[in-house]
């Protein structure tokens, strides 16, 4: 039998996981409904294309506290050029130009980081005030209340709708499918190009990584560039889910997502982490904040509760690190 | 880890035949600031052939090899490699030119597995995009063989232990289609089978018409390997050769620039028949789980009891549990007669021990804080004034007495522990000891990492603090400096007292013999 | 690399602060209309500029200054910082206002340099702070319990006086919100009988993800649910959202505080039933009316008629001598949505 010691990460916080959604269910077996799962993914989408950026930047030993804002600029500045165009909107063009926006903001971060190589909490510290400041000096800081019909009819779309028998209609948000690619092009990129490879070299020993022929700077710029333009699509589909664009929404929840990531087994000194481990990080999050009224839980109580479940999942799937 | 030695099949790149020159570097000169660290510095590495670069610790070594391997840029000079001569290179293009190095740290990736560390460099150069993670392994069961070495793959490297990872590091330079291995300092963590193993590689190596070019300031290594011999002093070329044109007190004088009493060390001081009296520390029936079982030892004032083993053999779990650094170290321990529970480090000092660790860098100094504040920390209580405030003038003179005692090189005791050297750092770390009125010192590898010239200071030092009636246990894995320091030898074999070196019996071939029987 | 770095941080650190701080100088007042016997100099300190609300409340301000000649002008922060709201007032103070109108970030923050305008002869005329200390006056829209109670009115009517409800609050430590949901769980209490409270207040930290989710939540832990009451200007549009999209328009009223042009589509589908919420217009002209009757040295009872709906007939507080109350909330159904821009 293999020691505790030696089982992943991952495998042990699926179980932590596990555990407490068949705690809750036991509680409220209301949370063991379709409805109720289809909402959980939705919640996950936001947080989780965030945490999986995040991912990449932890993994290469580096660490950003901007991509929030750079969200939030993305989403604002998107929404308010599809607003002044006018007509119907188009979901794909203002997908394409949040993520090109926010891969633009995010090479700003890269240009500090690969190209004068100043430490990355620092600079992203520097422009997330600098990113969400100049939003809100320069752009606007009214909401916009008024989308596009073509976001709000993409905001309605669901898959797997129903009508269940007291006249509500329940369905999966097209938006998790944004969550799915993301997963999907990160966990490729991590696992299978050499690219991703060099991300967690660069993260284990960036001495190393240098001598071993790894561009740095260069690997750099692609990571900041990656995280921004994730930011982007999570900033966009924000808006969408909303059906507004709040130029003071997001920001301030890097930690949140942050800690999602930390949950899920990436380590804030760089060279470890996965996919798998993060969305397991991310679901645990979503998974708490959404039961607690399901569970009843008073609410004088539930910011006790989510910090002291996180503190003691943590522990738990850290603990093989110690031993 | 050391099977299949016999039938290596290294792969080696066309056009490697044995006497060519591979590379010529001409006239480097680098400056850091106001330092010449290396000034108009020209050498051959020729295929097939086994180069030492010989040096202390700040000589340039380091630099040169940067150049070499194009992480730093010449101030002048040029390269030449096949022919083609380089105002500077580029790491990649160094690689791509069959330059490889083994740097002190193996410059592996901690976090990732064996295979992948054998593989990334090669597919980061051939500037892949997919990794297949099937074909990894076989490549990477390859280059282990090709070296005649074992290891798990899959095992990530930060869990193996260091003579492992440097095998890996070797492995993948290979793999590489090195033309020239440069070796920085490879020996300084292995213990002595282990070099033995690493010296048998490397003479394949030549033999395979790979270039090599071996850093090292351990003149026995030098001379038993090198074809030829460049010594480094200050940044610049003082002496060069065949191997066979130097002694080793000829290489010990190019490398300090002074005459160092011989390199056989002085003998031992004998002990005074009136210190025999009684052990100042008895150890039975000691145990660290995990660590070591059974251990009976004693050291009386004034003797050195060396500890020699292979790397794993408990020496070191055993003067951790000592020191209470294991809460779950468990047996009878008397210093001077009376019992003593050594349950944490403040009751190991209480009771009269000092431990100087292995790596001081990260268990014993605090390198950016002055000599002084490192001198005092253990001994703070005692410095205390009224409302136990510390006592500026105190603290001052009692640093400056430590700094005195063990000969610390410096202008000012104010200045911060980083500025000075390894060998002069080590005695800042045996002041702080001596300060809290030990009388029993137990020293984890004293000299690893320290030149020569210090090397000798510390020794004479230690044989003079034994001669003021310290008991001293010392673990080494430097058989010269055992055999010149110990009275005694206890060699250690998967957590026990395998045997005993007494007497005339203490000397380095029967250490040799000994630790080789146990491999 | 060292001096590079701080080098960049501070210049990073000062783009960062110039642009949140610069770039917001005064807004030229139009030409007086009216001809004051002595001209004053009133400022409006806000708490944050450039959004629709306190945009809305500027038109309120530069009505007053066109109708009467008298000087006033409207400031606030670019960003919500009580400290950002502090360096105003003290540049206010050194200019020599005769009057400031403050809406507080942080009453707790403002204190120390309102009791210093004061004490330099400035006149302090507050709203939403009836816990400052520091002012000459202070009025409130209303009285916090009976707009509740109004609120919970809406609800029961919309429930048809039966069923479950529940009730969201910014923060369990927001003093407005919680005397909202106090007066109208009273009145719930008092007149409601068949109406129950689900739960304890929910709070949604002023976001509108959070009450969306929350909404949601409460949708499956209670199905029977028939009404919500709101605070925030946040919740009416998150629970808007999480009853749409559940499609029970039908089955679940939403009522609470927000504004049109958050609610609008809310309102239009359905799933938001009423929202209430107090004209910023009209608070700016009147707290700018009442700092000239106070400059004039009148003095202000209950009863005091601004000439203003929902200010006709002030209400001084029973404890408090120098906190008004108006009765100045407005209702909006799809009926009467398409007056209001903000």
Redesign the interface.
């Known amino acids: 039998m293999k020691p505790p010691g030696s089982w992943r990460h991952e495998t042990v916080l699926a179980a932590v996981v596990v555990a407490l959604m068949v705690g809750i269910g036991l509680v409220n077996p209301a949370f063991w409904t379709l409805a109720n799962f289809f909402d959980l993914l939705k919640a996950s989408v936001v947080t989780g294309i965030l945490a999986l950026g995040v991912l990449i930047v932890l993994i290469s030993g580096g660490i950003d506290i901007s991509f929030t804002a750079i969200a939030a600029f993305a989403m604002y500045v998107t929404c308010w050029i599809s607003v002044s165009l006018g007509g119907e909107g188009s979901v794909l063009l203002g997908l394409l130009l949040a993520v090109g926006m926010g891969t633009g903001l995010g090479l700003i971060n890269a240009c500090f980081i690969g190209g004068l190589r100043l430490p990355t909490l620092i600079v992203t510290l520097g422009t997330a005030g600098v990113f969400h400041g100049f939003l809100l000096a320069f752009i606007g800081t009214e909401i916009i209340n008024t989308l596009p019909p073509a976001y709000v009819r993409f905001s309605r779309w669901q898959g797997f709708r129903q009508t269940l028998s007291g006249g509500e209609t329940i369905g999966l948000s097209v938006t998790v499918l944004a969550l799915v690619a993301a997963a999907v092009i990160v966990g490729v990129l991590l696992r299978r190009t050499v690219l991703g490879r060099s991300i967690y070299a660069l993260g284990g020993n960036p001495e190393a990584a240098h001598r071993i022929g790894i561009r740095v700077a260069r690997v750099q710029f692609l990571i900041y560039g990656l995280v921004g333009g994730l930011a982007g699509l999570a900033g966009l589909i924000h808006a969408v889910m909303m059906r507004n664009a709040n130029p003071s929404d997001l920001v301030g929840t890097e930690l949140n997502v942050l800690a999602a990531a930390v949950l899920g087994g990436a380590s804030i000194f760089g060279g470890r982490g996965s996919v798998a481990g993060t969305l397991l990080g991310v679901w645990l999050i979503v998974v708490l904040n959404n039961s607690l009224i399901l569970l009843g839980v008073p609410s004088y109580w539930q910011r006790v509760w989510v910090g002291a479940t996180i503190v003691v999942s943590t522990a738990i799937s850290a603990r093989r690190r110690s031993s | 880890m050391a099977a299949g030695l016999e039938s290596p099949s290294i792969p080696v790149p066309e056009g490697a035949s044995p006497g060519t020159p591979f590379a010529a570097l001409h006239g480097l000169s680098k400056r850091f600031g106001g330092v010449q660290a290396l000034d108009d510095v020209s050498l051959q590495l020729r295929a097939g052939e086994i180069r030492c670069l010989a040096g202390e610790n700040g000589c340039g070594k380091s630099t040169l090899i940067k150049l070499l391997?194009g992480?730093l840029r010449p101030d002048a000079g040029r390269i030449e490699i096949d022919g083609d001569s380089h105002e500077r290179l580029r790491?990649?293009q160094a690689?791509r030119l069959g330059i490889q190095?083994i740097?002190q740290?193996?410059?592996?990736?901690?976090?990732?597995s064996v295979a992948?560390n054998l593989t990334?460099?090669g597919?980061?150069?051939q500037?892949?995009?997919?990794?297949n993670?099937r074909s990894l392994r076989p490549a990477a069961a390859e280059a282990l063989a090709n070296l005649g070495v074992e290891l798990p793959l899959d095992t990530t490297v930060g869990g193996l232990p260091v003579a492992g990872q440097q095998l890996v590091a070797i492995a993948r330079a290979l793999r590489q289609r090195a033309r020239l291995l440069v070796l920085d300092e490879p020996t300084t963590a292995l213990t002595h089978k282990e070099v033995e193993v690493l010296l048998g590689v490397l003479r394949r190596l030549r033999e395979a018409g790979v270039a090599i070019l071996f850093v090292s300031h351990k003149t026995r290594e030098v001379l038993d390997l090198a074809d030829s011999v460049s010594v480094l002093r200050n940044g610049r070329l003082v002496a060069g050769g065949a191997g066979s044109d130097f002694t080793p007190g000829s290489l010990a004088e190019a490398l300090t620039g002074r005459s160092v009493g011989g390199l056989s060390p002085s003998p031992r001081a004998d002990l005074q028949e009136s210190d025999r009296a009684g052990p100042r520390i008895e150890v039975s029936d000691f145990s660290v789980p995990g660590g070591c079982s059974g251990i009976h030892l004693q050291v009386r004032a004034g003797e050195i009891v060396g500890l020699a083993g292979l790397l794993g053999a408990g020496r070191t779990a055993l003067v951790q549990g000592l020191f209470g650094l294991n809460p779950q170290a468990r047996g009878r321990v008397r210093v001077d007669g009376r019992e003593v529970t050594p349950d944490s480090p403040e009751a190991a000092i209480g009771a009269g021990l000092a431990y100087v660790p292995e790596d001081r860098l990260s268990e014993g100094l605090f390198l950016n804080q002055s000599i002084e504040r490192n001198i005092v920390v253990s001994t703070l209580r005692s410095l205390r004034g009224r409302w136990r405030m510390l006592k500026p003038a105190g603290v001052r003179s009692a640093a400056e007495a430590g700094v005195r005692q063990t000969g610390v090189r410096t202008q000012t005791v104010t200045q911060p522990v980083s500025t000075l050297s390894g060998g002069n750092q080590q005695k800042v770390l045996l002041a702080r000891w001596l300060a809290t009125g030990a009388r029993v010192l137990i020293l984890n590898r004293p000299t690893a990492g320290v030149d020569i010239g210090a090397r000798e200071e510390i020794h004479a030092r230690l044989r003079a603090f034994a001669a003021d009636g310290l008991a001293i246990l010392l673990i080494s894995d430097e058989l010269p400096e055992l055999a010149s320091l110990s009275h005694r030898v206890l060699v250690m074999h998967r957590g026990r007292v395998a045997v005993e070196l007494e007497g005339n019996a203490v000397e380095e071939g029967n250490l040799a013999l000994e630790l080789d029987g146990l491999a | 690399m060292k001096r590079k770095t701080v080098l960049t941080v501070v210049s990073l650190l000062a783009l960062a602060g110039a642009l949140t701080t610069g770039c917001h100088e005064r807004s030229p007042v139009s030409p007086p209309t009216g001809s004051p016997e002595r001209k004053f100099t009133i400022a409006t300190v806000v708490k944050l500029d450039g959004i629709a609300w306190f945009n809305r409340m500027r038109e309120g301000v530069e009505r007053f200054a066109r109708e009467t000649g008298h000087d006033c002008f409207q400031q606030g922060p670019p960003k919500a910082d009580a400290a950002l709201q502090v360096q105003i007032i003290e540049d206010l103070i050194a200019q020599g206002v005769d009057a400031i109108c403050v809406v507080p970030f942080s009453v707790e923050a403002l204190e120390p340099v309102l009791g210093k305008a004061r004490k330099q002869g400035i006149l302090v005329v507050a709203h939403e702070a009836s816990n400052l200390a520091n002012a000459d006056l202070i009025i409130e829209p209303f009285d916090n319990h009976a707009y509740g109670a109004h609120l919970m009115d809406h609800l029961a009517r919309f429930m048809g006086e039966q069923g479950q409800f529940a009730v969201f609050v910014g923060s369990l430590t927001s003093q407005s919100h919680n005397e909202w949901i106090d007066g109208a769980l009273a009145r719930q209490k008092a007149e409601y009988p068949k109406l129950s409270l689900a739960r304890d207040r929910i709070e949604e930290y002023d976001d509108q993800n959070t009450a969306y989710q929350k909404t949601l939540e409460l949708l499956k832990a209670f199905p029977e649910l028939k009404g919500i009451q709101g605070s925030a200007s946040t919740t009416a549009a998150g629970a808007g959202l999480a009853v749409e999209e559940r499609g029970l328009q039908n089955q679940v009223s939403v009522v609470g505080s927000g504004l049109v042009s958050q609610c609008r589509q809310y309102l239009e589908s359905g799933s938001v039933k009423l929202i209430s919420f107090w004209d910023p217009a009209d608070a700016g002209y009147v707290m700018n009316r009442l700092a000239v009757r106070l400059l004039e040295g009148r003095q202000i009872g209950d009863g005091e008629d601004l000439g203003v709906e929902g200010y006709h007939a002030l209400q001084r507080d029973t404890a408090k001598t120098n906190l008004f109350f108006g009765a100045a909330w407005v209702d909006v159904t799809t009926n009467n949505m398409a007056q209001y821009n903000f």
Not at chain 2, 105 to 112: E, G, R, S, V
Not at chain 2, 127 to 131: G, I, L
């Open positions: 391997s992480v790491p990649i690689i190095v740097y740290d193996f410059a592996l990736f901690p976090n990732l992948e990334l460099p597919l980061v150069e500037r892949r995009f997919w990794v993670r």
